[in-house]
């Protein structure tokens, strides 16, 4: 479930300072690679004997089961996305493993799904649209999409394809920050007024199953709080917030206070080791150090990759930036940001 595979880039289509990679899933990995609307793919590359490990979400059509997109935009110094722009070539091959994510979108008939979208967050928000549109016969999607220019749109095309194709059942409403536009309304940043515009005026009349939001943490903070502050229950509204390459999230402090030992159940196979005291480690960090292979990718609370269940004993988890609160009630960690706060644990990445 979380082994990586070579997979063949078999197109490269040229986005806003981004690129799309088409991936061939041979017809034996499909089940394998198979998807929920709104996951992620996590590569793994070397670079300067140091393994890199970056995730980027699907974009694509879930109907194709021979193919996957994922969107990879290019970030200044960026070692994984800067030599996707240009050093990959069709016929390369990636190690890539399985989807993950929990912000995810499993569409009904008969409902209605709004998102919320800046910059680069919209390649999640994509697939939701294709399945919402593609797996149901009258389900409604609503697209809300911020950008700084009109040429900075990504994905432009399939989402105006898809508007013509679907009239009635998508629509969608750009958001241009840093360039003049015609309607007052579509000028500026999503924030608290916009989203209380949209909803007295747009979305009053609808009965909106779920709301998804995905973008820079400050747009996240400033929708999902507008939402809650306008009636919607917490539950209904879902956030992914993206980390720049490079970008860094605190720790604080991440010192074992006490001895422990720890056991870690991933493929039905359990594996033992300690810590102890005074070592400044996550979880992930000292499974690492024991040699045992854990999923991740981002390892700042971002993409859940690490996510995994806390079957026994404390752990105290720093940041959480992806898990919602039924997971947390259920017992989920992230695994990446949580420290051994007792003299036994045992987690599980197999629940």
Not at 218 to 231: H, K, P, T, W
Not at 253 to 271: P, S, W, Y
């Amino acid at each position: 479930m979380h082994q990586f595979y070579k997979l063949t880039i078999t197109a490269i289509d040229p986005q806003p300072n981004a690129v799309v990679w088409t991936l061939d899933i041979p017809s034996d990995l499909q089940d394998e690679f198979d998807f929920i609307p709104g996951q992620h793919l996590t590569f793994k590359q070397m670079h300067n004997g140091e393994e890199l490990r970056r995730s980027y979400s699907i974009c694509s059509s879930s109907l194709r089961k021979d193919q996957l997109n994922v969107l990879i935009k290019s970030v200044e110094g960026g070692r994984f996305s800067e030599p996707a722009q240009s050093q990959y070539q069709v016929g390369d091959q990636v190690e890539v493993m399985p989807p993950t994510g929990h912000f995810a979108l499993q569409p009904k008939n008969g409902q209605c799904y709004v998102a919320f979208a800046a910059g680069s967050g919209i390649t999640p928000v994509m697939a939701m649209i294709y399945a919402t549109l593609e797996q149901t016969d009258d389900a409604q999607f609503i697209l809300f999409y911020g950008n700084s220019t009109s040429g900075d749109i990504l994905l432009h095309d399939e989402i105006a394809a898809l508007k013509d194709q679907y009239q009635g059942r998508f629509s969608v409403h750009f958001f241009l920050s840093r360039q003049k536009v015609d309607m007052p309304f579509n000028h500026g940043r999503i924030d608290h007024g916009k989203v209380t515009f949209i909803k007295d005026h747009f979305l009053n009349q609808l009965e909106v199953a779920d709301y998804f939001v995905c973008g820079p943490g400050e747009m996240i903070d400033a929708v999902c709080r507008s939402l809650e502050l306008l009636g919607v229950p917490q539950e209904n509204i879902h956030n992914e917030r993206f980390l720049s390459e490079g970008q860094e999230i605190s720790l604080a402090d991440k010192t074992i206070k006490e001895d422990a030992g720890i056991t870690v159940t991933i493929d039905g196979a359990n594996h033992r080791f300690d810590i102890k005291a005074g070592e400044q480690a996550t979880l992930l960090e000292s499974a690492e150090s024991a040699g045992v292979d854990l999923p991740y990718s981002c390892k700042a609370g971002v993409c859940a990759t690490c996510r995994c269940k806390l079957v026994e004993g404390e752990a105290e988890m720093i940041n959480n930036y992806s898990l919602e609160q039924w997971e947390l009630d259920a017992g989920y960690i992230l695994s990446c940001q949580s420290v051994a706060r007792s003299s036994k644990i045992h987690i599980s990445f197999d629940e």
